[in-house]
């Protein structure tokens, strides 16, 4: 991989479906598969990670949220960047089976050119949090992969998962974030 990457995540519900709040993140985490602190995790409260190497760009599309990553700038501890999205709705319980695409982009920065678009895959079920893919040390370099996992949990849930401690106000507060309707 390139030393310096845009990983985007774009998401499409059906045409017709209820208005839902995506949110995007990214966990920093080591070789046990944990954030190896707390601000291992990058998410709309903290769009930076400790080392400054992965931040969440701001966008002005409700159907997508981009990633860039200086890899070389990575703690050697952090083995793999895990890409999740959430789900918030009001008056309603949002599930990913509603969904209609995820697609997952890696573009190399100094280029423009896209290395990765992955289209998502596996059918999700009730789930209102996935794992959709993660970028890994592999040999001497870094490697991606579709990961398409549902959680049953919003972010709490999988910042608990991955074993990051929330502030309780962080955790409980709800964000509006990119609402989408079709």
């Not at 920093?28 to 930076?48: E, I, K, M, S, W």
């Not at 990633?67 to 050697?76: C, E, M, V, Y």
């Amino acid at each position: 991989m390139p030393p310096s990457l845009l990983v985007r995540v774009n998401w499409r519900f059906p045409e017709g479906s209820p208005a839902v709040s995506v949110d995007a993140s990214v966990f920093l985490l080591n070789v046990h598969g944990v954030v190896h602190h707390d601000r291992a995790v990058v998410f709309y409260y903290q769009p930076t990670d400790l080392s400054g190497a992965v931040s969440q760009q701001p966008e002005e599309s409700r159907h997508h949220d981009s990633f860039q990553i200086a890899l070389p700038s990575i703690p050697n501890k952090v083995h793999n960047l895990v890409f999740c999205l959430t789900l918030e709705a009001t008056g309603i319980i949002p599930v990913f089976n509603a969904v209609a695409a995820i697609q997952t982009q890696v573009i190399e920065l100094a280029t423009g050119n896209t290395l990765v678009d992955n289209y998502s895959s596996s059918v999700v079920g009730t789930e209102n949090g996935l794992m959709v893919a993660e970028l890994y040390r592999h040999d001497s370099g870094w490697a991606f992969r579709s990961i398409d996992q549902g959680f049953a949990g919003r972010l709490a849930a999988l910042s608990a998962h991955f074993g990051v401690r929330m502030a309780p106000e962080r955790s409980e507060e709800r964000r509006v974030g990119k609402e989408c309707r079709s």
